[in-house]
């Protein structure tokens, strides 16, 4: 592996050696490199990084045989080992009693680090060192380079004390972590306190500290408190992986059930690898960042695993041939073309995509395509308004005119009546012969139940305090003159059709005189079933086109324009309306005729037609063809506005009072844009849907302190939270918080030379890689550099110390 991966770790292991400076410590028999390496890389305990720390004494044959053994085919990539050697300390400086301290080295020169631990004389268990500056000195002079200190602590046997007063001194003289005792509530303890203090990254261990490997890692009756650490770095790079580690310990750090550090386990797998032509690229399980001078192909490459090469943006034609370039990604041993594929057969469950230059930062109008295509790519579901199933039964109409027209057109009959009549008022309601089945009375009454007496309750109050206020009072005024327009509507009614069942009568008793039939029972009965159905079909027309008439009303519009539906994504609700803003509402009659007052209704209009000849709008004749004609062109035009497909979308924040995204600026749309989409990654981490996130270059909207707030700082804290690895992070950057910042796992450079694409992938911890990372991104040794001395680590390992004392 080039990447970082979890490292299981033990970095305090015990050997025979011991016992000739603390006699009995070590309590098994000497064991050889082979038995030693052989118990740590067994399937229960899978221990890739270890140490041999001796007291005050370093095991040089020991270290020799592992030295040879891990580089063998057998053993080289599975397991390896930084020297180290565990001192007996005073210095009354830091603490007034010995404490012990792991020291670990860069070098692999254990002679010269063997002579040097030799040199300080301490050859029984009352013996120590005097003091770090005597350490400091020789590790200087001896040249012996880069080097690691990490005491014990807390309830740790020889401990420093949890004391908050002293913890920030040491922590920025010497210490890069601390050795706490194998006890899962101390741990949670102590990392707790220091989190609740600012000691945001306080770095805590947890070894064996081994003295019997025939017991590893440790006695059966001490079996159940013992754990050890997981390290996430290189096998490959061990000294600077435990470096690193020291640098970023929460998320580099692994003790088993502590939930305020990362989790070590990998429960989803998603991409490891990618092919392309005859080459490879592996792709760690957590954040990748591709780098590389402009057209080096770190775009091509996202591209390639989103879109398959057959699916590859057509800007890329020039430099990728469709029939002959092969490419394919790996995801739990199964190959596949793109992400694509992988996500067609729910191999990966989603993919979130964060494009450079995203086009809602710069827009005024949110658009449809645009909206619908940010929310596959972000993974959030749009809301939907459904279809409007406005039916203006076009068809009913015409059938039922149809059958009207054939009665009407027997006016001529000599046993008819003159029909012109009754179309003589200009309401429907003239239509109904029996008045007197009609309860007004009741209906007057019922309404008049509902009427409020507004002085009354104007007066109402409790110890001086009015129970109902100016608006209450006057919505319900409001409500009064609702039911006084509705009981004007029903008296008006009763007068209408009384004054026309009068008027009817006088036209039938003439017709009987005219016609000499009033005592004719066979014609008296033909008239009365002619008027009959003439009356049905009347009645028939006017339900339809009342009917029609109520299927789209002001009201009704008005509430299709308020219709909303929403979305919420944590902080963020994503609104649907339909989009009726250059669609003014037209009544149908006016739809269909001209010139008409507000008094007149569709009923009265098309009933003048039949009587008077009122054309249709556009002064067109009153028949079904164009009847059909306007309806339809009504229909279409509504129902095309009242559609699914005709919405318009928008984004608020409801941490800004619910303000639209587009009233902020380009910079803040793209701050906005990037929450929203790690809300979104965040709920489907919570879900455990495996997701794939892929962001490109987005520092190009964006300055340096939002990258670090909105992208660093939030990655970092979803490997975090992440405990079951369900997210993968894929980025293009030439920025170097995202990359080192952010503790990338696997960086990618990519070249172009010679008409040929190629990637090399390798990690933070091989310090040659990043030197040429640094030299790709600008600010990158910055950036590196910040990493080491955030905390102040290290100030006394980063000065030359002579004999005369420390310069800068």
Known sequence: MEHSTWIRTDLHIHSKKSNEVKKGDYKGPEYSAE???????SEENSVGLFSITDHNIVNVSLYKEIDYLVNTEKYKGKINYVIGVEFDIFDEKIYKEVFHVLCLFKSKDVDTIATMVNSF????????????????????NLKLGKFILIPHFHNKSKGLPTSLDQIDQLTRLVFDAYEDSNNVTNIKESLSKYLKNGYADFPFVAFSDCHNLRFYPRSAEEADNIFLCSFLGNINNPFDTVKTVFEEPRLRISIPTIELMRTASIENSLISKCYYNDNSLEICNWLNTIIGPFGSGKSLLIDKIINGVAGVNLKYNDVVDKLTDKFMIEIMGSKYSSIREALSIKAIDQLIEIEQHEKINYCNVLENRYLVKLSKRLGFNLPKLKDSELD????????????????????????????EKGFSESNGYHIITDVSSLDFEKIVSEIEKYLI???KLETLNLSGVKLFSHDDLETLKESNKILNIKLSEVKLIKLHLSAFQEKLQKSISQFNIDNDISSDKEHVSLVSNTFKNFCKSVKDLISIINTIEKILTCEIYNE??????????????????????DLQYVELKKHMYSHLTDDDTLVSSILRSYNKGLKLKGNKEFNSSNIKALLSSYQAKYKGGIDSSNVKYDILLTEKSNTSLLALSAG???????????????????AGLKTIVIIDQPENDMDNGNIKKLIVEKIKDIKLTDSKSSSQFIVVTHNANVCITSDSENIIIAKYEENEFSYLNGCIENVHF??????????????????????????WKGMEITNEGTKG
């Open 121 to 140: 004389n301490i050859q029984k268990e009352t013996d120590y060192l005097s003091g770090l500056q005597t350490l400091f000195n020789e590790i200087h």
């Open 35 to 41: 038995e030693l390496i052989k118990t740590l890389t």
């Open 770 to 795: 990043v030197k040429d990372v640094c030299e790709i991104l600008e600010g990158g040794s910055d950036a590196l550099k910040a990493r080491a001395v955030k905390y102040n680590i290290n100030i």
């Open 392 to 419: 203006f039964k076009i068809d009913e109409l015409l059938t039922t005119k149809e059958k009207f027209d054939t009665i009407y057109s027997k006016k001529s009959n000599a046993y008819s009546f003159d029909y």
């Open 668 to 686: 803040g749309r793209a701050k906005e844009l990037l929450k929203l989409a790690f809300a979104q990654i965040e709920k489907n981490i919570k």
């Open 560 to 581: 299709f324009i308020e219709m909303k539906e929403q979305e919420t994504i944590d902080t963020y609700i994503i609104t649907c309306k339909y989009n009726l803003d």
């Open 453 to 455: 007496n507004i002085d």
